[in-house]
């Protein structure tokens, strides 16, 4: 089965800096990856995914991420951070054997926090 | 175009009564997905419609859980005989077909608080 592993609870960083939040995956076959973001009160809103391709993704907001095949990873970047990015970050995993569903596996979420 | 709506937004109710949570997906949007959000843990999956096909209910935590898709649109999720630790955000979602890796687009949820 899949899984996903975020494995910070809450990431400080300061305004302008750059903004890293930690994804890695567990999953057989090549993974379909995804990152969402919740802002306070609302549905989760998709940034990016990966497919195949380029390992290195570009999303919304800015944020990109790069799929590492060899360290199971899959870290969301952002060269400099808002204090509007501070929300709850979610990754997500699906297994392309899933034949038939899209059933994603989420991880437990990262809190950022933007100080300025 | 309009987004996946749920209600109610917020729901309270108390124990040991049944409730009922809506999600309408976005137009022609074939599979839908119900997961539920506790503080803490993530996103937890409940259940999946894909088009006319029997759902998945692999991820519902007990026989008080149900769901239906009616016309292959609105979906409901009831809960029997509600128990606090059901209290958590339930979230519905949405995408254009179950079976490609396409993103799901998400509903603003459901707070639900048993009493």
């Known amino acids: 089965a899949q899984s996903v592993a975020q494995p910070e609870d809450q990431v400080n960083v300061a305004e302008g800096n750059p903004l890293t939040v930690k994804c890695t995956y567990s999953?057989?076959?090549?993974?379909?990856l995804f990152w969402y973001v919740q802002y306070p009160n609302r549905g989760l809103q998709f940034l990016l995914k990966?497919?195949?391709?380029?390992?290195l993704v570009k999303g919304s907001y800015g944020f990109e991420a790069e799929f590492n095949k060899s360290q199971t990873s899959f870290h969301l970047k952002k060269p400099s951070a808002l204090v509007s990015d501070s929300a709850l970050y979610f990754c997500?995993?699906?297994?392309?054997?899933?034949?038939?569903?899209?059933?994603?596996?989420f991880g437990k979420g990262n809190q950022v926090v933007v100080i300025p | 175009g309009a987004g996946v709506s749920q209600s109610p937004s917020n729901k309270v109710t108390e124990k040991g009564k049944d409730v009922e949570l809506r999600c309408d997906p976005i137009?022609?949007?074939?599979?839908l997905y119900w997961y539920r959000q506790s503080l803490g843990q993530g996103l937890e999956f409940l259940i999946y419609?894909?088009?006319?096909?029997?759902?998945?209910k692999s991820g519902l935590p007990s026989d008080r859980f149900s769901a239906e898709r009616t016309g292959g649109s609105v979906s409901t999720l009831t809960i029997q005989r509600t128990q606090q630790e059901d209290s958590a955000v339930y979230l519905c979602?949405?995408?254009?077909?179950?079976?490609?890796?396409?993103?799901?687009?998400f509903g603003p949820g459901t707070r639900l608080t048993v009493t």
């Open positions: 990966y497919i195949t391709g380029d390992n």
């Open positions: 999953v057989s076959g090549n993974p379909y």
């Open positions: 979602a949405s995408s254009p077909q179950g079976d490609r890796p396409y993103e799901q687009y």
């Open positions: 137009s022609g949007h074939t599979a």
């Open positions: 997500a995993v699906r297994s392309p054997y899933d034949w038939g569903n899209n059933r994603l596996a």
């Open positions: 419609f894909q088009g006319n096909s029997a759902p998945d």
